[in-house]
């Protein structure tokens, strides 16, 4: 298991950035392939992005072009670059970490919330 903890939430204007951080602890970072998701009040928890460990790139639909996720192994940690933020993207924001198909932790999530 790996330990995770995010950071980098709060509230921003629509058309605003933020960029996520989730520091991983607890096991060997550079195998695994990290992952964001996000839960919206009322809703499921929905894919947001991941990177593999080999540095493949995958994105939601609905945030192409908006969003970046990228990866530290030195620091150990996975980014979330969001710009043109809109409403619809007010969540709860995890971090994920995979090896082989099977999940090996979530984080605590962190707060999005984006509002005029």
């Known amino acids: 298991q790996v330990q995770l903890v995010e950071s980098g939430g709060g509230l921003v204007q629509p058309g605003g950035s933020l960029r996520l951080s989730c520091a991983a602890s607890?096991?060997?970072?550079?195998?695994?392939?990290m992952g964001w998701y996000r839960q919206a009040p009322g809703k499921q928890r929905e894919f947001v992005a991941t990177?593999?460990?080999?540095?493949?790139?995958y994105y939601a639909d609905s945030v192409k072009g908006r969003f970046t996720i990228s990866r530290d192994n030195a620091k150990n940690t996975v980014y979330l670059q969001m710009s043109s933020l809109k409403p619809e993207d007010t969540a709860v924001y995890y971090c994920?970490?995979?090896?082989?198909?099977?999940?090996?932790?979530w984080g605590q999530g962190t707060q999005v919330t984006v509002s005029s």
């Open positions: 994920n970490a995979r090896y082989l198909g099977n999940d090996n932790g």
């Open positions: 607890g096991s060997i970072f550079s195998i695994y392939t």
């Open positions: 990177v593999t460990s080999r540095g493949s790139l």
